[in-house]
Every structure is written in C-alpha cells, then in structure tokens.
C-alpha cells in the first residue's frame, strides 16, 4: 500500500483530535439493557488473519454461529484487508460511523486511546469478561498507554520468526539455519540462482516495513522516539537498521525487486510457500502454510537473526510483540452485547481453535493446555515474545509514525527496485520528511 499525501494529512488530522466520538451504524434495537428481550445484530470488523479475506470468512462464520447458538446474537462480520483497516478506523472516529467491535493491530493501542472513542477495559469492564488474570502478561502490555485502562483486549498473539525451507538449505549443502544477520545475507546468496530468490519480503506494505524498521533499530541501539516521547527519526542507528533491510534488495541481492510490489500481506508468504524463495521473515503462520499447501517438514523457523558483532547500544530484539486486540467503540448501543462478544472470542474454547487454525499464540493462558501448542515451533515464538521481542512506542502518535515511516520506507524500496541506489543519505532525507509530517 502506497498512502497519498493527503491520506497521510488526513490520518494527522484525525490523531489530533482532542475527543472524538463514535457510534456504531449497526441494528438499533436494544440488546436488553433497558429490559427489552430483543437480540441485537452486532457488527464486526476482522482483521485479515488467513490467506485471503473469502478463507477468513469460512473460518470465522462457524464461530459466530455459535456464539448466536449460545447467545441469540448475531454478528455480521466484515474482513478488512490490513492495507485498508487503520484508515477505515481512523475514519470511523471522525464519522462516528464504525462497527460495534472490531479487531485493531496491538501496536495502534496507544493511539487509538487517545481518540477517546473505544470502550476502555478497567477493572469493572475486565471483570465482565471473565478478569485479567486470565490473559498473558506480555500480550497486556501492547493494549494501551501505560497507567491506563486498555482500550482494547489481546485476541491473538503474534511474534515475527525466520521461516526457512529444510529442504531447500538441505540441498544447497546448508546444514543449519542462520544465526546472524551475516549469516543469513551469505545463505540467501548461496540460495539465490536460476529465478530462485533467498528471502522474499513486503516491500510495498507499510506495516511490514515499519515493524522491520523498529526491529533493526532496536539492534543497532536506536529509538523513533526517546524517554520524554519526542520524535527522533533521523538518527544513524535509525538509518543504519533501515539500509540494512534495504540493501536485501540492492546491495546483497537476495530479494526479488519486484518484492517492492508487495503490499497485501501475503504475497511474500505465498512466494515461500510456493518454494519460489527459501525464507521470509514473518509473525506465526504454521495455519497459512499449511492452508498454502506447504509440506509441513519443509517449514523451519527460528528467531529473526542479529548482527554479529553487536553493535554499540544494540539490544538483542528480534521482533516486535506483534498481536491483534479486539476493541469495542464507546458509542456502540450494543454495549453489553459487544463485550458477551468478547467474552467469547477470548474464551478457552475459541483461543484454541482459532489460533489453531491462523497458527497464531493464544492469549488466554489456560489456552496452551491443548497439545497444539506444545509443537517446536509455538516454543519458538513463545520464547521470542518472553526474551527477545520488544512493544512498539505507546505514544499517541504512534500509528501516524507507523504510517509515516512505513510509506517513506515504501519509496525507498521503489527505488532500489529501479537500480537507483538508496544510500544512507537518502534515508536520512526520508526520516527527516516524515518527522516534518509528524504532529507535535
């Protein structure tokens, strides 16, 4: 996804709205609070989790049925590609005009407390769905401002892993899986021949690319923002941890240019999938893959590689504590309706079978009682997101800095895909610009 400048302008605009409004544009009828015995229709807005919206819909329906069994709600639900859904948020805030519940990216939590338009989840709301207590700490931590109640809950838990091809390292005399950055680079060139790349990527996606960003940042000892929450986008760790993700395509030529192009969020994946590439760097998806097809005892995985030596100041983080949340808006009039929703989305049951099917963590504990979760590749990520992996700036201008880094990072990739050399320069231009769009 390649945002306009005046899309860029008008997610600004929104973020510094002091309070906003919401209403949902769902059924109007009463969901019992007042005595009525009718039963609302909710609206939802789903994340795209699957490999297409249409496998999303086939696999939620059967859980919305079921809660419609339990409940006699319905839920008409919505998949919203993640290219679309921050801007269809944002202008839900504005319009007053949203769904009832709908899924948010966790890193967005901050900033869209800040809108003032979402049910916030303190310790009386908490309780309505069952406690706290029931969700992991680590997935708590990415559902709003710190001191503040959540403004939304953890649904799926995610965190970004090496997937490598077994078979095709095997056959290229690879005997193991990367450990550092350098080794992966070396990998990828001894993997890229004949049309066949070394590691596919989203170049087009800004999500991806900020998410990337953060993370070899992190590396190389940097910060977007520092301890007083003021911007600093231009700094040589900043450009450092970029140009090392750029150069995968222009300088280490492990990357198909055409990957610039990538912007749904999954054509990267397919392209591994498919065996057209020998690795990519991904949140869980062991549900996507298998759905793609891939032979299960191909799939590797093991923590996104750091550069060996550590640079100075660099922190051994090798992805960001990724995860979905589930939010209510505050002028929804399905109030108790939408959190019986979310008490059921959150439940055992439905942890289990849903991340089951994406490949994804719960975020309940006692969810990891089924034996699906005890595979090599859960502990994997389990283990990255309790040591290595590292929350995104909860400052309320954070889903304006994912946009804004992740569209200038979109630019730079279409130009190293057109053999113009992006150097460390023309990153530093690129941060200053979008600092400049950056509202105070």
């Given at each position: 996804m390649r945002l ?7 997610i ?7 309070t906003l409004a919401a209403?949902s544009?769902s059924?109007?009828k009463?969901?019992?609070?007042s005595?009525s015995?009718?039963k ?6 789903a994340?795209?989790q699957?490999t297409?919206?249409e496998?999303?819909?086939q696999?939620?329906q059967p859980?919305?049925?079921e809660?419609?069994?339990?409940t006699?709600?319905?839920?008409n639900v919505e998949v919203v590609p993640?290219?679309?859904l921050?801007?269809?948020i944002l ?7 949203g ?14 407390q800040?809108?003032d338009?979402?049910t916030q989840?303190?310790?009386a ?5 069952g ?12 559902t709003?401002a ?6 939304a809950v953890p649904?799926y838990?995610?965190?970004y892993?090496l997937y ?6 095997a056959?290229?005399?690879?005997t193991?899986p ?6 992966m680079?070396?990998?990828?060139q001894k993997l890229t021949t004949n049309g066949?790349?070394?590691l596919s990527i989203e ?5 991806e690319n900020?998410?990337a960003a ?5 590396q190389e000892g940097?910060?977007?923002?520092d301890?007083?929450g ?6 040589p ?13 222009q ?19 397919e392209?591994?999938?498919a ?5 990519v760097?991904w949140q869980?998806a062991a549900?996507?893959?298998k759905?793609?097809?891939m032979n299960a005892?191909?799939?590797?995985v ?11 100041g ?8 990724a995860?979905?949340?589930l939010a209510?808006f505050k002028?929804s009039?399905h109030q108790?309706?939408d959190l019986?929703?979310?008490k059921?989305m959150t439940s055992t049951?439905e942890?289990?079978a ?6 994804s963590?719960?975020t309940?504990?006692?969810?990891y ?8 590749a859960?502990?994997?990520?389990k283990s ?5 992996a590292a929350?995104?700036p909860?400052v309320?201008?954070e889903s304006q800095?994912e946009?804004?880094i992740?569209?200038?990072m979109n630019?730079?990739f ?6 113009k050399?992006v150097?460390?320069?023309d990153?530093?231009?690129?941060l200053?610009a979008a600092?400049?769009q950056?509202?105070?």
């Amino acid at each position: 996804m390649r945002l306009t400048r005046a899309c860029t302008a008008a997610i600004t605009a929104t973020l510094v709205a002091a309070t906003l409004a919401a209403c949902s544009s769902s059924s109007k009828k009463s969901d019992g609070g007042s005595g009525s015995t009718d039963k609302p229709t909710l609206t939802y807005w789903a994340s795209n989790q699957g490999t297409s919206l249409e496998n999303d819909k086939q696999i939620l329906q059967p859980q919305l049925d079921e809660f419609k069994k339990q409940t006699g709600i319905t839920v008409n639900v919505e998949v919203v590609p993640w290219s679309d859904l921050l801007n269809r948020i944002l202008a839900a805030t504005t319009s007053g005009k949203g769904p009832d519940v709908l899924n948010i990216g966790n890193t967005w939590s901050a900033s869209l407390q800040a809108t003032d338009a979402f049910t916030q989840f303190d310790d009386a709301t908490m309780a309505k769905i069952g406690g706290k207590d029931r969700f992991l700490t680590g997935s708590l931590s990415a559902t709003g401002a710190e001191g503040k109640a959540p403004t939304a809950v953890p649904l799926y838990s995610l965190a970004y892993g090496l997937y490598y091809n077994k078979k095709q390292f095997a056959a290229a005399g690879i005997t193991k899986p990367p450990a550092t950055w350098e080794e992966m680079v070396a990998d990828g060139q001894k993997l890229t021949t004949n049309g066949h790349w070394g590691l596919s990527i989203e170049g087009g996606s800004v999500s991806e690319n900020i998410h990337a960003a953060f993370t070899l940042s992190q590396q190389e000892g940097g910060s977007f923002f520092d301890a007083s929450g003021k911007a600093t986008f231009n700094t040589p760790q900043n450009v450092a941890g970029i140009k090392r993700y750029i150069d995968l395509m222009q300088t280490d030529k492990i990357t198909n240019p055409s990957d610039a192009e990538y912007s749904k969020g999954t054509e990267a994946l397919e392209d591994y999938a498919a065996g057209k590439t020998s690795m990519v760097i991904w949140q869980a998806a062991a549900g996507s893959l298998k759905k793609l097809g891939m032979n299960a005892a191909d799939i590797g995985v093991v923590p996104v590689p750091t550069p060996e030596p550590m640079p100075s100041g660099g922190k051994k983080v090798t992805s960001i504590v990724a995860g979905i949340n589930l939010a209510v808006f505050k002028g929804s009039k399905h109030q108790d309706a939408d959190l019986q929703f979310v008490k059921f989305m959150t439940s055992t049951p439905e942890q289990q079978a849903l991340n089951k099917t994406y490949g994804s963590l719960p975020t309940v504990s006692d969810a990891y009682s089924d034996p699906a979760f005890k595979t090599e590749a859960v502990s994997t990520f389990k283990s990255i997101l309790s040591d290595t992996a590292a929350p995104m700036p909860a400052v309320a201008q954070e889903s304006q800095f994912e946009t804004l880094i992740g569209t200038a990072m979109n630019g730079l990739f279409a130009n190293a895909a057109t053999g113009k050399t992006v150097s460390e320069s023309d990153i530093g231009k690129a941060l200053d610009a979008a600092q400049q769009q950056l509202t105070p």
